[in-house]
């Protein structure tokens, strides 16, 4: 029998994926294990397993159904908002369980065409999310760029990313005003 097709085993699914998304929106990512979305679910710890063998491909999921509100509604001056998000940015990858999702995704997608689907949809609405941004920074005189306006998220995000990911360091306040300042010259403070 085709467990996909069977009825009991979608809202079981979505049950278990309805618990995740509100675990992760209550109390953050590390929120999102097996025993409490089970408990959150109403079902056993043996169906969220059978659904999602690890959790960080539970919550990898859980973060695909949530709106991404970063580098969402820049205000101005741009370049203190920006320090507030590349700073919330950071904060998120520094937990464990936001980490191993982050790179989860970016090695499951060299194989998984889904998974890549989701990393190419994250990678663009941050790219736009953040050249729309600069954009209009540079348009009110805030910043002349020195990066191109699209290659602007590779430069800002990226180190975090890195800093968070491959050397499990922190990327601190030193890093991130480094790394704004580098991308062009700013007439705020």
């Given at each position: 029998m085709n467990t996909d097709?069977?009825?009991?085993?979608q809202r079981?699914?979505?049950?278990?994926l309805s618990a995740a998304r509100a675990l992760l929106l209550e109390k953050g990512p590390v929120a999102v294990t097996h025993a409490q979305v089970a408990e959150r679910a109403g079902v056993?710890?043996?169906t969220v397993y059978r659904h999602w063998p690890r959790s960080d491909e539970l919550l990898a999921e859980a973060m695909a159904t949530v709106?991404?509100?970063l580098?969402?509604?820049p205000t101005a001056?741009?370049?203190q908002w920006l320090t507030r998000e590349l700073t919330a940015?950071?904060?998120q990858l520094a937990l464990a369980d936001v980490r191993a999702v982050a790179t989860t995704l970016a090695s499951t997608a060299l194989w998984d065409q889904q998974m890549d689907a989701r990393r190419a949809q994250f990678a663009s609405i941050l790219a736009d999310r953040l050249a729309g941004a600069l954009a209009a920074a540079q348009d009110r005189g805030e910043v002349a760029l020195a990066v191109p306006v699209r290659d602007a998220a590779a430069f800002l995000v990226g180190p975090i990313y890195y800093r968070s990911t491959i050397e499990h360091g922190p990327a601190g306040s030193t890093l991130i005003e480094t790394l704004i300042a580098a991308i062009g010259t700013w007439t705020t403070p």
């Open positions: 097709a069977d009825p009991r085993f079981s699914r979505q049950a278990i056993g710890r043996a709106r991404m509100p580098l969402d509604n001056p741009t370049r940015l950071a904060e």
